[in-house]
């Protein structure tokens, strides 16, 4: 189903200050995405307007065709799984798990049975009768995950659900959200402000910016076809050079340091335009002379960052900073301090206009 | 720890507890008025206290009113906290400062402002005005209490239960009442042996009809040094320790519960 949720024109003021600006969305029936942005971009009030607990300035919401704008936070069906869990902490596991059913009215014995089943789909079997406070973090999440899901909530809202967890327990919780996600094919909005969380978890993202969406695409088309400077500095990381159009029907702009660059993509812009060249650092060889066939600079080496299997060469092409990442053989050929030769492909080169 | 911060502490208990090793034995005492150390011991005083209504009408009056002043602290504190740490509204400020302000203000003071005005209101000498003004004395420490526990009581608790389908009242019910029981229990007791100890007001206004326990020990030190005195003292610390003890008994019994399942043969 399309369009199952649907924002339209949502502002949110308070006082003088604007904290979302006519957002509009629409989201699929099923569909997994996450609204991604720096603290205080509006991502969190957003969801806080879906869920009730925030009232709109202006603008609806929509479930299902229906409009959810006037209904209490209890009335919405809505599960949500907050950042520091939420889990009553004078209940056990199955107890939390059992609570939406309870406020249903499902009886206890059912209910009970079926807070288990649900436990059990997110890994916890045999944990019901402890309490939160017995449980480490991850196992946490997971019994909020449970409880948020059992009562089949029309939307399922992450709120930052992975920042308090480490690094391995985080990739391993990303991978379990998913999974659940796709068994119960619950529509889900997940709020981070963390970009590789959005990129392996979302079918869209919704990239927020002082109160204004600045993009709505799949990740790889975020991260290939970004629409706005801001959008490629956020995810990824970028090389961002300030151009003019030359040509729009030869596709060249020119930058002061590099001269005529060639970029990738149909559209014809007017000559003249000022726009920003993205390269991706991925995209840039490094080599000791020019080579044929691609657009080549020179470049200082100011400080190579070594990771093991890959190394970022971080340097300046005259007055440009570029960062370059290199499979790890590749760097041995350069040291700090030195000049080489960069290159690229025209098709590597992405033009943004805003 | 070294020799001299052990003797410290030593002394810092002996100089606690003195007062306890004196009243003890001498509510065993059978001398005529207070004395220690006691020339000899009988029962006496113990009998003449659960017998004599002098004694039994007081300690009736004191948990009558310090029970009173309890629930009407509790009715008035509750909602006043909950707007208190949750809302800004106007006037806040003076609100907070006037719920505290009967801590301040020496209880002297308050009882001969209760002593006056009651009396043109015809409250002196009666168990609703001790009750009334106990309530004001015991508001602010109710409030502390109550306060700090609501202070760090996670709101998203409570947007949680409500977005788990929760109506307000179901999830004050449900979860903030559950979470918050031990500071409304706390602070219910601290309401209770505020009114319970209380001795200057009472001595101001409650008269013969509402006269409650500490102000006729007050009045019996004064007058007869009577060793009930050191009867009642002593029965009031081994409620107090049998209060303080219980959660103690309680959980060791839990924690035995479950200690039967274990193997059959590893005794």
């Known amino acids: 189903m399309t369009n199952y949720l649907q924002l339209s ?5 308070y006082g003088h200050f604007t904290a979302l600006d006519d957002v509009s969305l629409s989201v699929d029936k099923g569909e997994f995405v996450t609204f991604l942005g720096p603290s205080g971009s509006g991502k969190t009030t957003t969801l806080m307007i879906i869920a009730g607990f925030e009232k709109a300035s202006g603008g609806t919401v929509q479930v299902g065709g229906r409009s959810i704008s006037e209904l209490a936070p209890h009335e919405r069906n809505i599960g949500i799984v907050f950042q520091n869990y939420a889990l009553f902490p004078h209940k056990t596991a199955v107890e939390n798990v059992y609570f939406p059913l309870q406020m249903r009215g499902v009886s206890r014995s059912q209910g009970l049975r079926q807070a288990e089943d649900m436990l059990s789909l997110v890994g916890l079997k045999g944990f019901g009768h402890r309490h939160p406070k017995e449980l480490s973090g991850g196992q946490q999440q997971r019994v909020a995950l449970a409880r948020a899901l059992v ?54 993202i919704v990239v927020f910016e002082k109160g204004r969406i600045e993009q709505v695409a799949a990740p790889l088309d975020i991260y290939h076809h970004p629409q706005t400077s801001f959008v490629a500095a956020f995810i990824g990381e970028s090389n961002l050079i300030p151009a003019i159009i030359t040509s729009g ?58 990771y093991g299997d890959n190394a970022l060469v971080i340097g300046r092409a005259g007055d440009i900073p570029m960062r370059v990442r290199v499979l790890g053989a590749d760097v041995v050929i350069i040291k700090e301090g030195e000049e080489c030769c960069i290159s690229w492909a025209p098709d590597a080169v992405f033009v943004i206009t805003k | 720890m070294n020799t001299f911060m052990r003797w410290a502490g ?12 004196i009243v003890v034995p001498m509510s065993f005492s059978n001398a005529s008025s207070l004395q220690f150390p006691p020339p000899g011991y009988w029962l006496g005083y113990y009998r003449a206290y659960f017998t004599s209504m002098d004694w039994l009408i007081p300690t009736w009056n004191s948990i009558l009113i310090a029970t009173a002043t309890t629930i009407l602290t509790m009715a008035l504190v509750v909602p006043a906290t909950f707007a208190l740490v949750r809302h800004k ?179």
């Not at chain 1, 963390?194 to 990129?199: F, I, L, P």
């Not at chain 1, 590099?258 to 490094?286: C, F, N, S």
């Not at chain 2, 009750?131 to 947007?159: M, Y």
């Open chain 1, 9 to 13: 024109n949502i502002t949110k003021t």
């Open chain 1, 151 to 204: 009562f089949e909530p029309s939307l399922l809202l992450l709120d930052e659900p992975l920042g308090a967890l480490d690094k391995n327990l985080r990739e391993q919780m990303q991978i379990e959200i998913k999974r659940i996600q796709r068994s119960l094919g619950v529509t889900t909005i997940f709020v981070t402000h963390d970009q590789s969380e959005a990129m392996s978890m979302s079918d869209r």
């Open chain 1, 249 to 306: 029907t030869d596709r060249t702009a020119e930058n002061p340091t590099l001269g005529a660059v060639q970029y990738a993509g149909e559209d014809t812009l007017a000559d003249g335009q000022k726009v920003t060249l993205l390269i991706r650092p991925e995209h840039i060889k490094l080599s000791r002379n020019p080579i044929e066939g691609r657009k080549n600079a020179r470049m200082i080496v100011e400080t190579i960052v070594n």
């Open chain 2, 10 to 21: 030593f002394i810092v208990v002996l100089f606690i507890a003195a007062p306890l090793v």
């Open chain 2, 89 to 267: 509204f106007r006037g806040k400020g003076f609100a907070d400062l006037m719920m505290l302000m009967p801590m301040a203000v020496p209880h002297i003071v308050m009882a001969v402002g209760y002593y006056s005005y009651f009396g043109d209101l015809g409250l002196v000498h009666s168990h609703l005005g001790v009750i009334l003004a106990h309530t004001c004395l015991s508001v602010p420490i109710a409030f502390l209490v109550l306060s700090a526990n609501l202070k760090g009581f996670d709101r998203n608790l409570e947007r949680a239960a409500q977005s788990l389908g929760a109506s307000p009242a179901k999830t004050f019910l449900h979860v903030t009442l559950p979470i918050l029981r031990p500071g409304l229990v706390i602070s219910s007791l601290f309401a209770f042996i505020q009114s319970f100890d209380e001795t200057v007001v009472a001595i101001f206004i409650s008269g013969r009809d509402a006269e409650t326990l500490p102000r006729k020990m007050f009045d019996s030190i004064r007058q007869e040094a009577d060793p009930v005195i050191a009867v009642i003292s002593t029965l009031l610390f081994f409620v107090v320790l049998l209060g303080i003890a219980a959660p103690y008994f309680a959980s060791a019994l839990r924690s035995r519960a479950p200690k039967p399942s274990r193997p059959a043969g590893a005794h």
